[in-house]
């Protein structure tokens, strides 16, 4: 398991470099990101709802990219389970 | 009968003293007199919640008794499905024909035990966010304070029994939906254990991380409410099968004021690494562990590892999901959703699929870390909230989601009960949240019920509930 010792109890937003392993990515300013993905997406916010997202984009890329580092090899939480997706072909069987 | 709990009002209910009906008018008068304030319903049932008590009383008359709910005025967030009302989710948005005018399972369920359901109370949209004024529906205020945010989501269930529009009610928690407007309106709340409250018919935000939970003014009420509330349902694809068939029992008879033998672990750090925290709130997190140990508990120290993942794991999972469920309308209705609402949900078009397979990944990393503390401890308590309510003249999300510590649990899926601790120094409820292992709700109800048998704050009333 992941040591989650150095791990800060809240999230830190005042320093956005080194939280996580992966590498440096190309700066992209932040409102053409988010347009672009927005856009991607099919949703159509004002311009000043882009510039807010855009505001609050830089914190939630550092949570997720945060959680890159803790996951490890982990498994997903979620489990998937055949027997309990096919009850009517289980009870089929059983008949 | 002003300000009684569900346990009083069962015991005068029996006693004779009261009746179902005059129960129901009492609440009502008061509903008529300070809704118009409050923003707590968006719609009541008056005639079919004046023919359930009706027939409640004739029933206790006829030596019928469905139980601790039997003639209870219940509120019910308006993301549960319920008989007789199209739910609306508080949104322009949801489709009236959702859940086809039935009642959800746990909605059911109380009926079924004598509850009366008075109506369909205000949430944030979806669950999420903020209330927007632009949109046609009421805005929730806070009985403490009606200038303040009675928290949300589940804000008209915390506000109404707050003020005693009803004794008890429902709510749902992702983030905190439950625990928060509990906080901030100075009553209690509870999330369950995921899984363990069946969630068909509710309308979802995060599947993953969505609990509903009971919300009343005494940990024992919400003991009361949840011994109805728990059970399978093969709707809800994450409903517990493995529960024994005692195990709704222990909920009640778990509360006897004696922790003797139970460790609780009390966690400050989190608080102390808020922005802004209150200078009440850790004298009041000493309090609470002082009452504990004054019940017989072992009270120690811990640290929670990993707090943060656990928090940001909540908001990217809950941004993903709920994406995930409202994209299609997204597109063709952005301006339909309130401005918070679809700042927060666009935020999951912001994150890739590896974002959120990452975040589940991580949240059980992080679990697995916690349950190596828990395993030292019983339940582990601290702070719901930095502060009291926020006032809504300089509310903003970014500030509220540095101020609440209530999200990082929903992505372990404990039991978790808000239950008063005091006050800030104007007059503002505070909260401390008990945290306990996997299927331990009994013992996270024990723990609140032992404490609010050696404090008062639960059983203090807004100053409106008494204009």
Redesign the interface.
């Known amino acids: 398991m992941p040591d989650l010792t150095d791990q800060p109890a809240v999230t830190d937003l005042t320093d956005l470099t080194d939280l996580t392993d992966l590498p440096a990515l190309p700066r992209v300013p932040d409102l053409e990101l988010v347009r672009a993905m927005t856009a991607a997406a099919g949703l159509t916010p004002a311009p000043a709802e882009l510039s807010a997202l855009a505001a609050a984009y830089p914190a939630l890329r550092v949570a997720a990219d945060r959680l890159q580092a803790i996951a490890g090899d982990t498994d997903p939480a979620p489990v998937f389970d055949p027997v309990a997706l096919f009850p009517l072909a289980r009870a089929g069987r059983d008949a | 009968m002003t300000g009684l709990t569900i346990t009083e009002a069962g015991r005068a209910l029996r006693a004779g003293e009261i009746t179902a009906a005059g129960l129901l008018r009492e609440v009502g008068d008061r509903a008529d007199k300070l809704d118009p304030r409050l923003g707590v319903y968006l719609t009541r049932f008056a005639e079919r919640a004046a023919a359930d008590a009706e027939r409640a009383d004739r029933e206790l008359a006829a030596g019928i008794d469905r139980g601790p709910l039997h003639g209870i005025p219940l509120g019910i967030k308006d993301i549960l499905a319920t008989e007789g009302w199209a739910t609306t989710g508080q949104s322009l948005v949801n489709d009236p024909a959702w859940w086809q005018g039935k009642d959800a399972p746990v909605v059911a369920r109380l009926r079924a035990a004598g509850a009366v359901i008075t109506g369909k109370t205000t949430t944030m949209e979806y669950a999420i966010g903020l209330p927007d004024p632009d949109k046609p529906f009421p805005v929730p205020r806070n009985p403490w304070d009606p200038a303040t945010w009675p928290g949300g989501s589940s804000s008209g269930t915390g506000a109404g029994v707050a003020a005693g529009l009803f004794l008890g009610g429902l709510g749902t928690d992702t983030g905190g939906s439950v625990r928060i407007p509990a906080a901030y309106c100075g009553i209690t709340g509870l999330k369950p254990t995921y899984g363990l409250v069946p969630r068909a018919g509710c309308l979802p935000l995060g599947f993953?991380l969505d609990h509903i939970g009971p919300m009343a003014r005494s940990a024992a009420d919400c003991a009361l409410m949840l011994s109805v509330m728990a059970g399978h349902d093969a709707r809800d694809?994450a409903a517990r099968r493995d529960l024994p068939g005692d195990f709704t029992a222990g909920f009640t008879t778990a509360l006897t004021g004696d922790l003797t033998g139970l460790r609780v672990g009390v966690e400050r750090?989190?608080p102390a690494?808020?922005p802004d925290c209150d200078p009440a709130v850790p004298p009041s997190l000493d309090a609470v562990a002082a009452a504990l140990a004054a019940a017989g508990a072992t009270v120690v120290d811990v640290a929670?590892?990993?707090?943060?993942?656990l928090?940001?794991?909540d908001?990217?999972i809950m941004?993903a999901e709920a994406?995930s469920y409202h994209?299609a309308a997204?597109?063709s209705r952005?301006t339909d959703y309130g401005?918070h609402t679809?700042?927060f949900i666009?935020?999951g078009?912001?994150?890739s699929a590896a974002?959120y397979?990452?975040?589940?990944?991580?949240?059980?990393?992080?679990?697995?870390?916690l349950d190596e503390v828990l395993a030292t401890v019983d339940v582990v308590i601290t702070p719901t909230t930095a502060t009291g309510a926020p006032s809504y003249d300089d509310i903003d999300m970014?500030t509220l989601m540095?101020l609440i510590f209530t999200g990082a649990f929903n992505s372990t899926g404990l039991p978790v009960l808000a239950a008063p601790a005091g006050f800030t120094a104007a007059g503002l409820p505070l909260s401390v949240q008990v945290i306990g292992r996997p299927l331990a709700d009994a013992t996270v109800l024990a723990v609140g019920d032992a404490l609010q048998r050696r404090t008062t704050h639960h059983l203090r009333e807004p100053e409106i509930a008494h204009a």
């Open positions: 993953s694809p750090t989190i690494a808020a929670i590892p990993c707090y943060g993942v928090a940001d794991a908001i990217v941004a994406f994209r997204m597109r952005w401005r679809r700042a666009a935020q078009a912001l994150l974002d397979v990452t975040a589940q990944r991580a949240r059980r990393v992080a679990c697995a870390a970014a540095s």
